[in-house]
């Protein structure tokens, strides 16, 4: 493996999702319930949105958000592509499967997040993969 790696070997395929629509609370209860420390935000038509992290989460809290009323749209990171020509700070990225663990590792660092969107072959298929996930692949 090593730093060339294409990334899709550390991607979770299977990162649960969230809408716009859903509650703050309806947020932790299912990230608690997955284990997750991101999940998928997508709109109605199921296009991806952007992000939901564990930090925004505590952002809402510390902020005394309501549980109930605050929807996914009010705090969501949304993302934006990031290519290897173009490196760019965004609080959210989204990569393509192909990508190498050295560029992954390089736009995790610029945008100074901890997950990626990764987007796979077909159009509407997307999964997170976390720094410890490309590590995981960077020394296998």
């Given at each position: 493996m090593g730093l060339q790696s294409e990334i899709k070997d550390a991607v979770n395929w299977k990162a649960p999702a969230v809408t716009l629509q859903n509650s703050l609370g309806e947020v932790i209860?299912?990230?608690?319930?997955?284990?997750?420390?991101?999940?998928?935000v997508k709109t109605d038509d199921d296009a991806v949105a952007g992000i939901v992290t564990e930090m925004d989460l505590i952002d809402c809290i510390s902020n005394k958000k309501d549980l109930d009323k605050t929807k996914v749209?009010?705090?969501?990171?949304?993302?934006?592509?990031?290519?290897?020509?173009?490196?760019?700070?965004?609080?959210?990225?989204?990569?393509?499967?192909?990508?190498s663990v050295e560029n992954s590792i390089k736009v995790l660092s610029?945008?100074?997040?901890?997950?990626?969107?990764?987007?796979?072959?077909?159009?509407?298929?997307?999964?997170?993969a976390s720094i410890r996930d490309l590590l995981k692949l960077f020394i296998s």
């Amino acid at each position: 493996m090593g730093l060339q790696s294409e990334i899709k070997d550390a991607v979770n395929w299977k990162a649960p999702a969230v809408t716009l629509q859903n509650s703050l609370g309806e947020v932790i209860q299912k990230m608690v319930n997955n284990n997750a420390s991101a999940l998928v935000v997508k709109t109605d038509d199921d296009a991806v949105a952007g992000i939901v992290t564990e930090m925004d989460l505590i952002d809402c809290i510390s902020n005394k958000k309501d549980l109930d009323k605050t929807k996914v749209a009010e705090f969501l990171t949304p993302c934006e592509l990031i290519t290897d020509d173009r490196l760019t700070k965004s609080p959210c990225a989204q990569l393509d499967e192909s990508q190498s663990v050295e560029n992954s590792i390089k736009v995790l660092s610029a945008s100074g997040t901890h997950n990626l969107l990764v987007s796979g072959a077909s159009d509407k298929e997307v999964g997170i993969a976390s720094i410890r996930d490309l590590l995981k692949l960077f020394i296998s």
